[in-house]
């Protein structure tokens, strides 16, 4: 017999989550947990990671490799799950997402910047960052653009 016993310990835990999520308000969802967290930012962090094992369980259902694949780069996993996250919190906060997008453009520009290019791609292969972050926000830019031209019209 299999041990299930953590469908239980997670209803626990999902019952604790619904009984603070219903018990809280503005000042108590922007109240530091630490130095780097809000109480809101944890409840989005917990979030993500449920919605990695929500994208993960489908493809498995899906018989889909979840490890990355020339056909499935480490890219497409990770923005399904962060799909999930952010449209469920953009559309109550679309000038929050706005101006977050703008904030952490000019940080990632100015990091990248004042990094040695020796510890980042192509000169080093195993780093996760890339100098160059105009082509992946040009591909978007372009993508909206063209919506909202289609919207004027």
Do not use: C
Not at 49 to 73: C, S, Y
């Amino acid at each position: 017999m299999e041990d299930r016993s953590y469908v239980e310990t997670n209803l626990r835990a999902l019952e604790r989550l619904r009984d603070l999520v219903a018990g809280s308000n503005e000042e108590s969802l922007t109240a530091p947990v630490n130095e780097y967290w809000s109480v809101a930012g944890v409840l989005a962090h917990m979030a993500w990671w449920d919605a990695r094992v929500v994208v993960f369980a489908e493809k498995i259902d899906r018989v889909e490799p979840w490890v990355p694949t020339d056909e499935e780069p480490e890219g497409d996993w990770l923005n399904d799950t962060t799909r999930l996250v952010i449209e469920g919190l953009a559309p109550h906060a679309p000038r929050a997402s706005a101006e977050l997008a703008l904030r952490m453009a000019e940080q990632a520009d100015a990091r990248v910047a004042e990094l040695p290019l020796d510890r980042m791609a192509p000169r080093d292969p195993s780093s996760p960052i890339h100098p160059d972050r105009a082509d992946h926000r040009v591909e978007h830019l372009d993508e909206i653009e063209a919506v909202l031209a289609r919207r004027e019209r």
